[in-house]
């Protein structure tokens, strides 16, 4: 178990030998080819006349070159599209300030953070928590940006870049309000942007109290996503159950961990302050056209079939429920 070390921009020579293995094995890393599609994409972006002000850091090219396993033509695909959804819901996707009043507080109540210490793989371990989510006060968009500011915080550290992310979520608390918080066709737009266009390695999806009526939408989800992604998704009737499977040492105390929630939180607001420059800088890459993002030939006919589908069973699971709560 190691406790969280962030790499200083670019500073490959702090990678430790096993991680090094780790990023040639499964991501086809090795020095030759980090530093030449490293430059060649730094060239296309300096290049490119769609994009304005975007970083060239090793750090920040990195994120793309690894999240596709160094193919540059798909981290370029991928590093438009990422700007592509920071432009179309720039209320969710700019703007990420841990200071800000509404999102401080729902950082304070612990609704998303990432658990100090590393899992036995090297994982960051998100810990996404219902009950610090009160929808009464807190918006759809108040929740995209937490999910999102909590992603750029820790895709600016080289060693999470390669040994990916794993998520617990823990929905005990879950209500009607929750559901309804989000606008069906928007949290279906969200959804499958942000799988499409997010540099991010989902290793293992732990959830645990999950309702009956949410397990329809998580299978639903399970059959838009890829084999592999649906076979990392778990769900679980207890914290003993999760413990199995989760390090609890990643885990808060109130999950059956041994560190206090609070001091986690505290600890991931002092991750976030060390960042803040950072992330809050990257409102000023523009993606000025999305003429360069390629796109499928049936994209028409998915967006008006399947979306529409996606839409409607969310809005069934809506009503379904209503109808749990009520009867």
Same mark, same amino acid.
């Given at each position: 178990?190691?406790?969280?070390?962030?790499?200083?921009?670019?500073?490959?020579?702090?990678?430790?030998?096993?991680?090094?293995?780790?990023?040639?094995?499964?991501?086809?890393?090795?020095?030759?080819?980090?530093?030449?599609? &490293?430059?060649?994409?730094?060239?296309?972006?300096?290049?490119?006349?769609?994009?304005?002000?975007?970083?060239?850091?090793?750090?920040? &090219?990195?994120?793309?070159?690894?999240?596709?396993?160094?193919?540059?033509?798909?981290?370029?695909?991928?590093?438009?599209?990422?700007?592509?959804?920071?432009?179309?819901?720039?209320?969710?996707?700019?703007?990420?300030?841990?200071?800000?009043?509404?999102?401080?507080?729902?950082?304070?109540?612990?609704?998303?953070?990432?658990?100090?210490?590393?899992?036995?793989?090297?994982?960051?371990?998100?810990?996404?928590?219902?009950?610090? &989510?009160?929808?009464?006060?807190?918006?759809?968009?108040?929740?995209?940006?937490?999910?999102?500011?909590?992603?750029?915080?820790?895709?600016?550290?080289?060693?999470?870049?390669?040994?990916?992310?794993?998520?617990?979520?823990?929905?005990?608390?879950?209500?009607?309000?929750?559901?309804?918080?989000?606008?069906?066709?928007?949290?279906?737009?969200?959804?499958?942007?942000?799988?499409?266009?997010?540099?991010?390695?989902?290793?293992?999806?732990?959830?645990?109290?999950?309702?009956?009526?949410?397990?329809?939408?998580?299978?639903?989800?399970?059959?838009?996503?890829?084999?592999?992604?649906?076979?990392?998704?778990?769900?679980?009737?207890?914290?003993?159950?999760?413990?199995?499977?989760?390090?609890?040492?990643?885990?808060?105390?109130?999950?059956?961990?041994?560190?206090?929630?609070?001091?986690?939180?505290?600890?991931?607001?002092?991750?976030?302050?060390?960042?803040?420059?950072?992330?809050?800088?990257?409102?000023?890459?523009?993606?000025?056209?999305?003429?360069?993002?390629?796109?499928?030939?049936?994209?028409?006919?998915?967006?008006?079939?399947?979306?529409?589908?996606?839409?409607?069973?969310?809005?069934?699971?809506?009503?379904?429920?209503?109808?749990?709560?009520?009867?």
């Amino acid at each position: 178990m190691k406790e969280t070390k962030v790499l200083e921009d670019g500073d490959v020579s702090l990678l430790s030998e096993s991680l090094l293995k780790i990023a040639k094995r499964e991501l086809r890393e090795d020095k030759c080819t980090r530093e030449q599609s &490293l430059e060649q994409l730094r060239n296309w972006v300096l290049k490119n006349e769609d994009l304005q002000n975007v970083r060239c850091d090793d750090t920040f &090219l990195l994120r793309f070159l690894r999240a596709k396993k160094f193919s540059v033509p798909m981290a370029e695909q991928t590093l438009l599209k990422y700007l592509n959804i920071r432009r179309t819901f720039p209320h969710m996707a700019t703007k990420l300030d841990f200071l800000e009043p509404r999102m401080s507080h729902l950082i304070e109540q612990g609704y998303i953070f990432a658990a100090p210490k590393r899992d036995k793989h090297g994982r960051r371990v998100v810990i996404i928590n219902a009950k610090g &989510l009160n929808p009464k006060f807190h918006t759809s968009c108040d929740q995209a940006k937490a999910h999102f500011l909590t992603y750029e915080c820790l895709m600016e550290d080289q060693e999470t870049q390669i040994t990916g992310l794993s998520h617990v979520g823990d929905f005990a608390g879950v209500t009607t309000a929750h559901v309804t918080n989000w606008n069906p066709t928007e949290f279906a737009r969200v959804f499958k942007w942000g799988e499409q266009s997010l540099p991010m390695r989902h290793k293992e999806i732990h959830l645990i109290n999950v309702p009956s009526t949410l397990k329809w939408l998580i299978d639903f989800v399970k059959n838009r996503v890829s084999s592999k992604m649906k076979n990392r998704l778990n769900i679980y009737g207890s914290d003993k159950e999760l413990m199995k499977s989760v390090d609890p040492e990643c885990l808060p105390q109130e999950m059956g961990g041994s560190m206090p929630m609070r001091e986690m939180i505290e600890l991931w607001k002092q991750e976030l302050a060390s960042k803040r420059d950072l992330v809050l800088a990257l409102d000023q890459s523009t993606l000025l056209s999305d003429r360069g993002i390629q796109r499928r030939s049936s994209y028409n006919s998915e967006k008006t079939s399947t979306g529409t589908n996606f839409v409607s069973q969310i809005e069934s699971i809506e009503g379904s429920f209503r109808k749990l709560e009520f009867d």
